[in-house]
């Protein structure tokens, strides 16, 4: 079973920066992506940014600019740097992790960090 572990959340004033950090139990590149999600309360949970098996990145229109997905291959991990944050950005975090094997699709997910922007 894949283990997600996030780490860095927290609370920070509007305009401040944060750095989360996803540890994965297998290769990060054993996954065809890896992306971070966040649910406020009240909201779905939605797409904050993605990173292919390739490369490529995706990034939800809101958070375009001020944040930044990034593998960290010697300690196998999945990053997002998060500046000038905005109370709207206040939610649950998860990192999750997408495998795909023939018309099977997996997907796994952390337990969550809080991420909390006060204005």
């Known amino acids: 079973q894949v283990q997600l572990v996030e780490s860095g959340g927290g609370l920070v004033q509007a305009g401040g920066s944060l750095r989360l950090s996803c540890a994965a139990s297998?290769?990060?590149?054993?996954?065809?992506?890896m992306g971070w999600y966040r649910q406020a309360p009240g909201k779905q949970r939605e797409l904050v940014a993605a990173?292919?098996?390739?490369?490529?990145?995706n990034y939800a229109d809101s958070v375009k600019g001020r944040f930044t997905i990034s593998r960290d291959n010697a300690k196998n991990t999945v990053n997002l740097q998060m500046n000038s944050l905005k109370p709207e950005d206040t939610a649950v975090y998860y990192c999750?992790?997408?495998?795909?094997?023939?018309?099977?699709?997996?997907?796994?997910w952390g337990q969550g960090t809080q991420v909390t922007v006060s204005s």
């Open positions: 297998r290769n990060i590149f054993s996954f065809n992506a």
């Open positions: 990173i292919t098996f390739g490369g490529n990145t």
């Open positions: 999750n992790a997408r495998s795909i094997r023939g018309s099977t699709e997996t997907n796994y």
